[in-house]
């Protein structure tokens, strides 16, 4: 009979790499765990600030160590294997990475579906967005170096850097010097319903939390008004529209 391991050093060479894969699951988890701890004892935006240090400070000591095994250097934080690529290749892993968010999260939704039902999935669905659209907004924030009140342009320009647009197809329609209205033209969600002649999913409440916290992220002073979202009856060419705009 053969005895099971009792610790992974036991472990065998297909079992190890196994391990390994669960390992990078572990980080992930652990550090969002992190976050959200800090978030629920100091609040959301000294979470925000504390999750960029510790996150440029984690990430690099990381690389730096992958980087020494597997044989390749860090430039601006980036790894070389991913300035060596290819553009065309390049643009295609970021795409493909964007869709693996898109699976992930719809996953997450069908699992809590089946498990507990339609309006419990929907009410998870809610509350992770007032989440993740602030994490999201102040990510892009960052990167685009953004001025704390960055007005209706730096909304325009951050929702151009959101998962969404390497996933959909939107567009910006200017109204007023004060708004502006943003369309999803193609959703790959749901056009993939239409495709199996399925109803569009009812995502107007999960749509108010996400662009509503997502917009006054990026500046406070902007508000959100939505023009149209499933279930609401759309015109063929978007699935929601939202105006923004600062009184």
């Given amino acids: 009979m053969v005895e099971s391991p009792t610790s992974a050093s036991q472990l065998d060479k297909k079992e190890t790499a196994q391990f390994i894969v669960d390992l990078f699951h572990r980080i992930i988890i652990h550090h969002g765990l992190w976050y959200a701890e800090v978030k629920h004892q100091m609040g959301t935006e000294k979470a925000l600030e504390l999750l960029e240090q510790a996150s440029k400070t984690s990430f690099a000591i990381q690389m730096k160590h992958l980087g020494a095994m597997f044989g390749f250097d860090m430039v601006d934080g980036v790894p070389t294997p991913l ?3 290819e553009e065309e290749r390049l643009i295609e892993l970021k795409e493909r990475v ?3 968010w898109l699976v992930n999260d719809g996953v997450w939704f069908q699992t809590i579906e089946m498990s507990e039902g339609l309006n419990e999935a929907k009410r998870c669905n809610d509350s992770c967005w007032a989440h993740f659209s602030p994490f999201e907004a102040q ?6 170096k953004l001025p704390e009140f960055p007005g209706l342009d730096g909304l325009k320009r951050a929702l151009g850097f959101r998962v969404y647009e390497s996933i959909n197809t939107q567009s910006i329609v200017e109204e007023s010097e004060d708004s502006f209205i943003f369309q999803m033209n193609q ?3 749901q056009v993939a319903r239409k495709r199996k002649g399925l109803a569009n999913y009812p995502c107007k409440s999960g749509g108010l939390v996400e662009y509503s916290c997502f917009a ?3 500046d406070k002073r902007i508000k959100t008004e939505c023009i149209g979202c499933p279930p609401d009856d759309h015109p063929d060419d978007w699935f929601c529209a939202w105006r ?3 009184d």
């Fill in 139 to 144: 990510s892009i924030k960052q990167q685009l």
């Fill in 244 to 246: 923004f705009f600062i």
């Fill in 98 to 100: 964007a869709k693996n």
């Fill in 216 to 218: 006054r992220s990026i």
């Fill in 187 to 189: 959703c790959r969600v």
């Fill in 83 to 85: 300035l060596e690529m």
